[in-house]
């Protein structure tokens, strides 16, 4: 069963970072890509980044280039995504999801966490 598992959200302010972990199981971890996503109140959901887990090519959404940082451990089938120069328009619930390749469009993406809430006060 494939799972992920989203962890290190939080309430920090303007300016701050944050790390995110999501931890997957149930398929080979290197053999796909893994994305972050983020959907705030009233809006849609949104692409954030993503990883190839075989190659390391990474790709990010403007919004949050210079910003935000993704990486993975593969030893410990994880990818992170360090958020740095937080701004309360990064405010949303953040998800990681499964796909074949580096891409930002939703529907590549077979399976996703639960969600874990960001929340950057001004």
């Known amino acids: 069963e494939v799972q992920l598992v989203e962890s290190g959200g939080g309430l920090v302010q303007a300016g701050g970072s944050l790390r995110l972990s999501c931890v997957a199981s149930?398929?080979?971890?290197?053999?796909?890509?893994i994305g972050w996503f983020r959907q705030a109140p009233g809006k849609e959901r949104e692409g954030v980044s993503c990883?190839?887990?075989?190659?390391?090519?990474?790709y990010y959404a403007d919004s949050v280039k210079g910003r935000f940082t993704i990486s993975s451990d593969n030893a410990k089938n994880t990818v992170y995504l360090q958020m740095n120069s937080l701004k309360p328009e990064d405010t949303a619930v953040y998800y990681c999801?499964?796909?074949?390749?580096?891409?930002?469009?939703?529907?590549?993406?077979?399976?996703w966490g639960q969600g874990t809430q960001v929340t950057v006060s001004s």
């Open positions: 999801a499964t796909t074949t390749w580096v891409t930002l469009q939703e529907y590549d993406y077979d399976y």
């Open positions: 149930g398929f080979t971890f290197d053999d796909y890509a």
């Open positions: 990883i190839s887990t075989s190659d390391g090519s990474t």
